[in-house]
């Protein structure tokens, strides 16, 4: 029977109807003092919200004992994570994430983890797996061999770890012979056959002495079909960006149950640290006793903090066009500003690759933490050759309402398709985060 939250969760409901509040309160802090002072701990999420899976993630990582190794495993709803140094607009179609009638039938949630890495998309057919040690026990293959220890058990004898630290499914068809141990290499692992499945990414996360390691493992997701068209981003050949760009590989489920890998996976992590019968099964731990921690709850309203989100993006460039994107100088954004328009047509020069076209605006953003530092829009007539100018600067992209009140005189609905306005999210914050996060 695969795991799910809502079995748990009403296991937990039935035995609240017996326990105190004091009995509560004493559990919630006996939490806390195991994991600020066991060697070894192993938690099993019975919430599938993101946000407070990630926060609760970012506590074991800060306040568990040096030396200690933790094992976390958690299954999110619907989700879009990107990673702490990625680019919103280049790594997520934010209008699909936003429509009503999505794909997939299901809110999807958009948010920015502390790790690095690219960006993924959970559902409830995919299990979340982390690994904390010490920084000195850490590999960037070690756990990931663990994981594919545990498939290998499930009888997914496809599975290894590939030169980019993923887990992938090999598709060749001969066999050849390996040894079980070898993780990175399988009977059809075919070097120029077939291109293997990913099934599982990974990012880190490395701090005073510690190491975390999560990943994630597709293992009967429904929406194989959709991920690409969320991790899909319309505004990509528009933009020149800093920061991690996601690597796009085809994927595939492994066909195992939740409960099935989670207990394999345990089984091995038991195993690499060598932990025995001081080692027992997973603690299973819900959303209340997560959030009754404060730093827990104070994490996870950052996390679905819409600041938090859009202006932590390294700084990008914006242009009209897709074509080369060149740096405009300081110079040009003096001239424009003049509104002069034959010296606007010399600073028009630095702006190669501007579409300009009748009635329409061609647009050059320079975008630092989310906001506007300076924006420059113009249009041109096609019939007498006349073009204006106008600027834009200290505003945040993602609370833009319309473009329309922007650029009043020119019809700006092609700018909407590039650049979707987000801001009545403020408003909506359930445009990214479905009411059930709203308690965070």
């Not at 429904?222 to 690597?247: C, D, M, Q, W, Y």
């Not at 859009?310 to 060149?326: D, G, K, L, M, V």
């Amino acid at each position: 029977m695969p795991f799910t939250s809502n079995s748990f969760q009403r296991f937990v409901l039935t035995c609240s109807r017996t326990t105190t509040a004091y009995q509560v309160r004493f559990l919630h802090s006996n939490i806390r003092q195991r994991i600020s002072s066991s060697k070894f701990q192993s938690y099993l999420s019975a919430s599938d919200v993101p946000f407070v899976n990630l926060a609760f993630e970012q506590y074991l990582l800060k306040e568990s004992p040096l030396d200690s190794v933790i094992l976390f495993l958690y299954i999110n709803r619907p989700s879009v994570i990107i990673g702490s140094n990625q680019n919103p607009w280049l790594e997520v179609n934010l209008r699909l994430l936003r429509q009503t009638n999505s794909p997939i039938n299901e809110h999807v949630d958009l948010v920015r983890r502390h790790s690095g890495g690219g960006a993924v998309f959970h559902d409830h057919g995919n299990v979340n797996w982390t690994v904390i040690c010490p920084s000195s026990r850490f590999t960037r293959d070690r756990h990931a061999e663990m994981v594919v220890r545990a498939m290998q058990k499930l009888g997914v004898d496809r599975a290894r770890v590939n030169e980019r630290h993923d887990i992938v499914l090999d598709q060749g068809d001969s066999r050849i012979s390996v040894t079980r141990e070898n993780a990175h290499c399988t009977p059809f692992t075919a070097p120029n056959g077939p291109t293997p499945l990913k099934v599982s990414g990974s990012a880190y996360k490395l701090v005073r002495g510690r190491a975390l390691h999560h990943g994630t493992c597709l293992l009967d997701s429904p929406n194989l079909e959709s991920i690409g068209r969320f991790l899909h981003s319309p505004t990509k050949p528009f933009i020149r960006a800093k920061g991690v760009e996601s690597v796009r590989s085809p994927v595939s489920n492994i066909g195992a149950s939740s409960s099935d890998f989670t207990r394999a996976v345990r089984e091995e992590f038991g195993a690499l640290y060598n932990i025995g019968d001081q080692f027992g099964g997973l603690d299973p731990i819900d959303g209340p006793e997560m959030l009754d921690i404060q730093a827990v709850r104070e994490t996870g309203s950052r996390l679905k903090d819409l600041e938090w989100i859009f202006t932590r993006t390294p700084q990008f460039e914006i242009s009209a066009s897709p074509s080369e994107i060149n740096s405009v100088s300081n110079e040009a954004f003096e001239l424009a500003e003049e509104k002069s328009v034959g010296r606007f047509a010399r600073a028009s020069e630095h702006y190669q690759g501007l579409i300009f076209c009748k009635n329409q605006a061609g647009i050059f953003f320079q975008v630092r933490n989310g906001i506007i530092s300076k924006g420059i829009r113009c249009t041109a007539s096609a019939l007498d050759g006349e073009i204006s100018s106008g600027l834009i600067e200290n505003v945040k992209l993602h609370e833009i309402e319309e473009w329309e009140a922007l650029f009043p005189k020119c019809d700006a609905q092609w700018l909407n398709s590039v650049l979707p306005p987000l801001a009545y999210d403020r408003k909506r914050p359930e445009t990214f985060h479905s009411a059930a996060s709203q308690a965070i």
